[in-house]
C-alpha cells in the first residue's frame, strides 16, 4: 500500500509539471491513466482541470485509492521539460521500472530549467522580428529589443511577489508600456504603437487559448471554458496595461505611479516601517494611485476613484498583515498617502484667503469628496474582509466538531 501511495503522489507530481509546462488536459490524463495500468491498476479514474487533478487506481482484488491535489502554480511553457517528462511516462509504460526510481527521474527532469540566455535572446528575436513584421521599421524592431529584456527581468523578479498571473500582466504591460513612450519621446522616429506590438506577443498566451478551444472541442469543457475565461483576463490585462501606457496622459501616469511609490516609501522611513517591509508598504502607494488612475477610465467622479483607490489598499494592506503576520495599519496609512488631499486643501484655503468663493467652493467640494471616498472605502472593505474572515471560522470550527 505504501508502494501505491508514492505512485498517487508521483503521477500527482507528473501531472502537475504536465500542466505547468504546457500539456492539454486531454494529453495529462491519459498519460496518467496509461502509467497507472502499466503499474498494475485494471482501472483509472482521471479527473484533470486546469486547478486540480483527481486520481483513483482500482486493483484486481477490489481495492482502491485515490489522491488529489491542487494545482495553484501558474502555466510557464517549457516544451523541452515535457518532453523529458513523455520520455520518462513512455519508458516506465514500456517496462515499468520500481517507483522510487521513477519518483527520482521525475524529480530530476523537473530540476531542468532552460538556460537565462535562452529566455534574453529568444524575447529580443522574437520581439522585434514581430515589431518588423507587424509594418514596423527596422529601428522600431531593434528597439523592441532592449524591452523585451525588460519583461525578462520582470518575469523573473515579480513571480514571487506577485502570485496573481492578471495582475503581474497588467503591472508588466503598464510599466514596459510606460518606458516604451518615454523612448518616443525621446526618440521621435520610433513607432510606440509598433514597438509596443512586438512586446506584447511575448505576454499573449496564445498556447493556453489553444488548449483551451482544444479541450473544449474535444469534450473537456469544464477546464476548457475555465481555461478560457483566464486566458480572456490575462489578455484584458495586457491590453488595459499597455492601453494606459499609450494614451495621451501615458507619461504622466507612469510619473504619478513613479512618485507616488517613491513619496509613499518617504513616508515609510518617517514612519519607521521595518526595512524588509518598506518595499511592499510603498507599493501599496503605487497600487492605490494605479487604482484611482483605473478607475478614472470610467468615471471622473473623485468620491467614487478615492473609494476604488481607498479599497484596493485596504484589501493589500489587510492581505500583507496575514501573510507577513504584522500590522495592517502601517501598509494602510503608508498606502494611502497619495490618496490625501494636501494640493487639494491647500488649494481650497488659498482661494478662501483670496476670496475666490469659486474656487474655494470647487476645491473644497474635492476635499470633501476625497475625504469620504477614502473613509467609506476603507471602512466598508474592511468591514467585508472581517465579515470573510468570520465566515470562513465558522465554516472551519463546524468541520472540525
Known amino acids: 500500500m505504501q508502494d501505491t501511495d508514492l505512485m498517487l503522489h508521483t503521477l500527482l507530481e507528473l501531472g502537475e509539471s504536465m500542466l505547468a ?51 495553484e502554480k501558474s502555466a510557464m511553457t517549457d516544451f523541452g521539460k515535457l518532453e523529458a517528462i513523455n520520455a520518462i511516462s513512455r519508458s516506465y509504460c514500456e517496462h515499468p521500472f520500481p517507483v522510487p526510481e521513477l519518483y527520482d527521474r521525475l524529480q530530476l527532469a523537473k530540476r531542468c530549467e532552460p538556460a ?4 534574453f535572446a529568444g524575447s529580443c528575436l522574437a520581439a522585434g522580428a514581430l515589431a518588423a513584421f507587424f ?4 529601428l522600431d524592431g531593434l528597439a523592441a529589443g532592449p524591452f523585451a529584456l525588460v519583461l525578462c527581468v520582470l518575469q523573473i523578479v515579480l513571480p514571487p511577489l506577485c502570485k496573481n498571473k492578471v495582475l503581474f500582466n497588467f503591472l508588466s504591460a503598464f510599466a514596459v508600456g510606460g518606458l516604451i513612450c518615454l523612448a518616443c519621446r525621446l526618440v521621435p522616429a520610433l513607432h510606440s504603437d509598433k514597438v509596443i506590438i512586438g512586446d506584447i506577443m511575448l505576454l499573449i498566451p496564445g498556447l493556453a487559448f489553444t488548449n483551451a478551444v482544444k479541450d473544449i472541442f474535444i469534450g473537456d469543457t469544464i477546464s476548457g471554458v475555465m481555461r478560457l475565461i483566464e486566458t480572456i483576463l490575462w489578455a484584458a490585462a495586457l491590453a488595459l496595461g499597455f492601453a494606459l501606457a499609450s494614451g495621451g496622459v501615458a507619461m504622466s501616469n507612469f510619473m504619478t505611479l513613479l512618485t507616488a511609490l517613491l513619496g509613499s516609501a518617504g513616508f515609510a522611513l518617517l514612519f519607521n516601517v521595518r526595512k524588509q517591509l518598506l518595499p511592499l508598504a510603498a507599493l501599496g502607494g503605487a497600487l492605490c494611485w494605479g487604482a484611482y488612475l483605473l478607475a478614472g477610465v470610467w468615471t471622473q467622479s473623485v468620491f467614487v476613484q478615492s473609494f476604488a483607490a481607498s479599497a484596493v489598499t485596504a484589501v493589500w494592506s489587510e492581505i500583507l498583515a496575514r501573510v507577513k503576520k504584522t500590522p495592517a495599519q502601517q501598509y494602510l496609512i503608508v498606502g494611502l498617502i497619495p490618496l490625501v488631499p494636501g494640493a487639494t486643501l491647500y488649494y481650497a484655503m488659498s482661494a478662501v484667503v483670496q476670496q475666490d468663493w469659486a474656487q474655494a467652493q470647487f476645491h473644497g467640494y474635492r476635499v470633501t ?22 465566515a470562513v471560522r465558522h465554516v472551519h470550527a463546524k468541520k472540525q466538531r
Open 135 to 138: 509594418g514596423g521599421t527596422a
Open 369 to 390: 469628496a476625497f475625504v469620504l471616498g477614502i473613509a467609506a472605502g476603507v471602512s466598508l472593505t474592511l468591514s467585508l474582509f472581517e465579515m470573510l474572515l468570520h
Open 21 to 71: 509546462d504546457g500539456a492539454d488536459v486531454r494529453r495529462v490524463e491519459q498519460t496518467l491513466s496509461r502509467m497507472g495500468k502499466a503499474y498494475g491498476a485494471v482501472r483509472m479514474d482521471v479527473f484533470v482541470i486546469t486547478s486540480s487533478i483527481v486520481l483513483t487506481m482500482c486493483f484486481a482484488d477490489g481495492s482502491a485509492a485515490t489522491q488529489t491535489r491542487r494545482i
Open 116 to 119: 537565462r540566455w535562452k529566455l
